[in-house]
Structures are given as structure tokens and as C-alpha cells.
């Protein structure tokens, strides 16, 4: 019988399968024959090398799968999933007018009740346990998100959109508008923030220097602070992007003075992209502690550009992954790796990067244990260790083999495995999805 009609809704449980998760201590745990214990609480409760020839009645045996880590997606945007995929080759600015304000619009909460549910299973097809997610301007959709997001089981960080210029609501004056938008933002963290003791929480979600005033910056970062919410925008996606905001910015000596000037840069600040920074920013961004959301396949599908990831790293910024789905095509973080990875070879071969290529097992490092420590929830979430909640997924390496039966049970090992879950990620391979235990629909 296929295991995945036997999986378990809830805790307590017990699997047994192959276990490859990255450790909090460092490096990698692969076992190849496991059991995970979930306690009733939904954490995990053991993590042990299966010694005998049978377990507890209650195990499920879900042996040659494997059981890993959930995935943390640290930037998407719900209202464009929709348009995933189209209008490549455009710029960021061009594509935005094109295809993304009209969808954003539109966002209306009809709109927000059908793909807010569809998203979130798609995400946990992808083996995402965690998404940090855009809303549109308009609050009342938005809390239609986050009631998805309730019922669906995902753990998620979402914020309402904040534009005060370059904005697809033109009824009303900048004032006005920042003014409106600060109460809403302010009211719906108020609801949302720590919902389920943790499980929802809200980011204060000013879109990015071109669309925002700096007293909307202001406002927002300060709200962000008072509440213990995190603060998330954009940074250095575009060369374009970068010229208007030293247009718009003439005072600020580069693009992360202005969020710095706002108050924006702490640890709770997630910036997606940051291309292009200059040796100041680089330092800076690592002194505040702020997170960059690495988004490569967006990066690619928009060509804006290629991040110098080694040289990020080595200052000591703090940095996950995100699909930035729809500018990234696709939902799944393994994807994300793959283009990320080929990204990284691009620049060494080209002469641009001497660092040496980064391991499968740095890139699922980055999509788990890196997205947790981004978000503060390292203690809680990323890896399969004891005590932590269980934050899982489960997936069938045997539908990455290049040949149909060939070698399904004999990949190699970790290395190999790993390898083919990221450069031959197939659609149909995470079979299963828990967030504290409790199976996410798909």
C-alpha cells in the first residue's frame, strides 16, 4: 500500500524512515533507518537509529522515504501566485505596472478566500512549513489571509502591503493614505501577531523605497518595533530600482541608508534580494543583524541580476531562501536551490567568484535551519532534533532517479540523494507536510 493514505493527521506518532536533517551544532545527520518520535504536544519527542527488526505498534513504517525538516520560505506574495510565471524578461518596474498591480488590485477578500486556501496547499506540496508572505493594500483581504492561514495549519508571517506613492490606490491623498494604512497595519498586527502561540505572526510590509515616503518608512518600522513584529520590504532588487531610489532619496548615501535612516534595520527585518550592495552596505546590513530573503530564481526570471552570495556570507549576513513566487516561477524551495546553485557556478566560471561551490547540504541549510534563524524561531523550528516542534516533511527521492525503477532504493547515499532532490526536484516528491504534528492538507 502506498504510505502516503496511512499518514498521520496528528500527534502522537511514530515514523520510521530515513532521516536527513542539518543540526543545529553543525553538519548533517543522515540515518538511513530511523524513528522520529512526536510527543501529544506536537514536538519531538526522540530522534534514534532503529535498532530491532520492529517497532511499536503505532510506528508507520514509510521506509525508502525521508524524513526531513519542513522547508522556510522567506519571501513570497500571495496575490501573485496566480500570475507565476509570465512576463519574463520584462524589468522589476515594468513588470509590476504590467501584470502584478492589476492582480494586487483586484485582491478583493472573494479573491483573498479563493487563492489565500489554494496557496497555502501548494506551498505544503512543496514541503514549505513555513512562508513569510505579501498581502495587497487592502486589510479586510488580508485578514482573510491570515484565516486561511488558520485553518490551514501552515505556520506563516504575512503583512499588508504599505504604498503611499507609486500605489494602485489612487482615490486617495499620500496623507491620507499613510495615515489609513498605518491604523489598518497597526490593527490587524494587534489581532494576528502570535496567534496560536506563535504559529501566525505579522510583518509590517512597506513594499519598497520607490513606493514608500520616508515618513512611511518611518512610521512603519517604528509600529514594527512597538509591536514585536518583523518589518519586511525590498532592497537592491534592480539596477533601475536603485537609480529611482537615489532620485527619490538624494540625501541618503546608498539604498540601505534609506531603511536604515527609517529606523528599519534590525534583526527583525527582512530584505528581500540585495543584489547589488556595496562593500558599505554589506557591512552594515551584517552589523544590524537584518535578514536578506535570497530569491534566486526570481532573480533569473527577472534578470535582475546575480547576488554575490559567498561575499554576503563570509561578512557574516544573516540570509534563507525565498521563492518570491510570482516574480519566481516557481513555489518550491528545492527549485530555488537549483537556481541558486547554478547561479553561484555562473559567477565562478565567469571569473567573478573565486569561493568554492556550496554543498546540497549547504542549500538545504539555507531553506531550513538559515530560514528559521532569520525568523528567531532556531529554538523551535529547522532541523529534526529533540524538542523542537515537529516541523516535518516527508519525501520520495525515488521519483528524481533519471530512469523509472532504476536504482530506487540505492541513491548513494546523502550526498547523492540530496544532490537529486535539488537538480532533479520533481513535483510529486514531498509526499507529506506537519507543522507541530498535525498534517497540512496538499
Known amino acids: 500500500m502506498d504510505p502516503a493514505h496511512a499518514l498521520p493527521a496528528g500527534p502522537p506518532f511514530t515514523i520510521r524512515a530515513r532521516l536527513l536533517t542539518t543540526l543545529a551544532s553543525g553538519g548533517v545527520r543522515y540515518e538511513p533507518d530511523a524513528g522520529i518520535e512526536v510527543d501529544v504536544a506536537g514536538r519531538i519527542a526522540g530522534v534514534e537509529r532503529w535498532d530491532g527488526d520492529s517497532g511499536p505498534a503505532a510506528t508507520l513504517d514509510l521506509r525508502p522515504w525521508v524524513l526531513m525538516p519542513g522547508l522556510v520560505d522567506l519571501h513570497a506574495h500571495l496575490p501573485q501566485l496566480p500570475n507565476a510565471g509570465v512576463g519574463a524578461g520584462l524589468d522589476l518596474l515594468t513588470w509590476l505596472e504590467r501584470y502584478i498591480f492589476p492582480l494586487e488590485r483586484d485582491f478583493d477578500v472573494p479573491t483573498a478566500e479563493l487563492i489565500a486556501p489554494a496557496a497555502f496547499r501548494a506551498f505544503a506540496r512543496a514541503g514549505t512549513t513555513t512562508v513569510v508572505a505579501y498581502g495587497a493594500l487592502w486589510p479586510e483581504s488580508l485578514d482573510a489571509c491570515f484565516r486561511a492561514a488558520e485553518a490551514h495549519g501552515i505556520r506563516a508571517v504575512i503583512g499588508k502591503v504599505m504604498m503611499d506613492r507609486l500605489s494602485y490606490d489612487t482615490d486617495r491623498d499620500p496623507t491620507e493614505v499613510l495615515e489609513l494604512s498605518l491604523r489598518q497595519s497597526t490593527e490587524l ?58 532620485r527619490l532619496f538624494p540625501d541618503a548615501i546608498d539604498y540601505t541608508d534609506v531603511y536604515d535612516r527609517a529606523g528599519g534595520l534590525t534583526p527583525r527585518a527582512i530584505l528581500a534580494h540585495a543584489i547589488h550592495l556595496s562593500d558599505r552596505e554589506v557591512e552594515r546590513l551584517a552589523e544590524s543583524g537584518a535578514v536578506v530573503a535570497h530569491c ?13 552570495l559567498a561575499r554576503y556570507q563570509a561578512a557574516g549576513i544573516r540570509m534563507g531562501l525565498g521563492s518570491d513566487v510570482a516574480a519566481g516561477p516557481d513555489a ?13 557556478n555562473a559567477l565562478r566560471a565567469a571569473g567573478l567568484s573565486g569561493a568554492p561551490p556550496l554543498s546540497p547540504a549547504d542549500w538545504l541549510r539555507l531553506g531550513t535551519l538559515g530560514g528559521a534563524e532569520a525568523l528567531g524561531l532556531q529554538d523551535r523550528i529547522g532541523s529534526v532534533e529533540v524538542g523542537k516542534e515537529a516541523d516535518l516533511i516527508v519525501v520520495d527521492p525515488s521519483v528524481t532517479l533519471p530512469l523509472e525503477g532504476v536504482g530506487a532504493h540505492d541513491d548513494g547515499g546523502p550526498d547523492e540523494m540530496l544532490s537529486r532532490l535539488i537538480f532533479r526536484a520533481h513535483p510529486s516528491m514531498v509526499r507529506g507536510a506537519w507543522v507541530r504534528g498535525r498534517l497540512l492538507p496538499a
Open 296 to 308: 534566486p530564481s526570481s532573480n533569473l526570471f527577472l534578470a535582475s541580476g546575480a547576488m554575490p
Open 189 to 246: 498586527c494587534a489581532t494576528w501577531n502570535g496567534r496560536d502561540d506563535g504559529r501566525l505572526m505579522y510583518a509590517f510590509t512597506p513594499r519598497f523605497a520607490v513606493s514608500c515616503s520616508a515618513a512611511m518608512l518611518r512610521a512603519s518600522a517604528l509600529a514594527a518595533s512597538e509591536a514585536g513584529a518583523y518589518w519586511q520590504t525590498h532592497l537592491s532588487e534592480d539596477r533601475e530600482e536603485i537609480s529611482e531610489v537615489k
Open 332 to 344: 518550491p524551495l528545492f527549485s530555488v536551490m537549483r537556481a541558486g546553485a547554478y547561479t553561484q
